[in-house]
């Protein structure tokens, strides 16, 4: 601030209360290009982003490819791994840039999380799903879609862990097989969202194990599941939305809109 014949010289907007105007009226109004930028100003503006950094609630980078992605994350993972017991959710899909190194301190310091979004990430390893699995129980969103890189194995592991997983897509992870649908029915009873677009390895016998066990599943996303028929979906017809309609399947005598096996009567 300027200053004045009333001695106000040397005020800087530091000068205004932290905890209860700066952090509550004015840090989130501020991109994280604009916090970066402001970071780099002073020492105490320094200081006062990661203050801030500590207190987020939520980070979400989705998209960004920014050259420098990784080495901001790896400012944003430090912080908040810091007494940051408010950060839930995190969403980097589509975030190519960033690496499994820079994501340990949060994996590691942040047992707070609920939600992970990591569609796209292919960089994202067995050894960091591991990490996860090891310092996270309480997450209820999980996003791996286009994953490549992780195996049934850790996928597995992961569901023993987390048992209130309510939401999860595994879209295009070519590893989802049906031992893995048979592993989600047996440890994800609340399981709500479930997304296996793409993965053509899965068939009626991982599907019918889902119907039979998950009572509290609302959506089930199964196009470009080749090896799905109407068998196992007409299970959950009614009772589940899916993303794909009812279709006549020969060997059932099923039409469309017919919820059972139609009847011949034979003279």
């Not at 960091?128 to 890189?149: F, G, N, Q, R």
């Not at 053509?200 to 991982?206: N, P, S």
């Not at 299970?235 to 009812?246: A, F, I």
Request: hydrophobic share 40%; with cysteine.
């Amino acid at each position: 601030m300027a200053g004045t014949d009333d001695g106000n010289d040397g005020l800087s907007l530091f000068d205004i209360v932290w905890e209860d105007v700066l952090y509550v009226k004015l840090f989130p109004l501020l991109s994280l290009k604009d916090l970066f930028s402001l970071r780099c100003c002073s020492q105490l503006a320094k200081s006062f982003v990661d203050n801030g950094f500590q207190r987020l609630r939520e980070i979400n980078l989705s998209g960004n490819n920014s050259p420098h992605l990784d080495l901001a994350f790896q400012v944003l993972s430090e912080n908040c791994k810091n007494n940051n017991r408010r950060l839930t959710k995190i969403n980097l899909s589509d975030c190519l840039n960033i690496t499994p190194r820079s994501m340990q301190p949060v994996i590691v310091g942040c047992k707070q999380l609920t939600t992970l979004k990591l569609s796209h990430c292919h960089w994202l390893t067995i050894g960091a799903m591991e990490a996860l699995t090891l310092h996270h129980t309480k997450i209820v969103e999980l996003d791996v879609s286009y994953c490549a890189a992780l195996n049934e194995r850790c996928i597995s592991v992961f569901l023993l862990n987390c048992r209130m997983l309510k939401t999860l897509s595994l879209s295009n992870v070519p590893a989802v097989s049906d031992n893995l649908l048979i592993a989600i029915a047996k440890h994800s009873k609340f399981i709500k969202n479930l997304n296996l677009v793409g993965c053509y390895m899965i068939t009626d016998r991982g599907i019918g194990a889902l119907a039979l066990c998950c009572k509290e599943l609302e959506s089930l996303m199964v196009r470009e599941c080749p090896q799905v028929t109407e068998r196992s979906l007409t299970l959950m017809r009614g009772r589940v939305y899916m993303d794909r309609p009812r279709v006549f399947q020969p060997d059932m005598n099923m039409v469309p809109n017919m919820g059972f096996p139609r009847l011949f009567l034979q003279v």
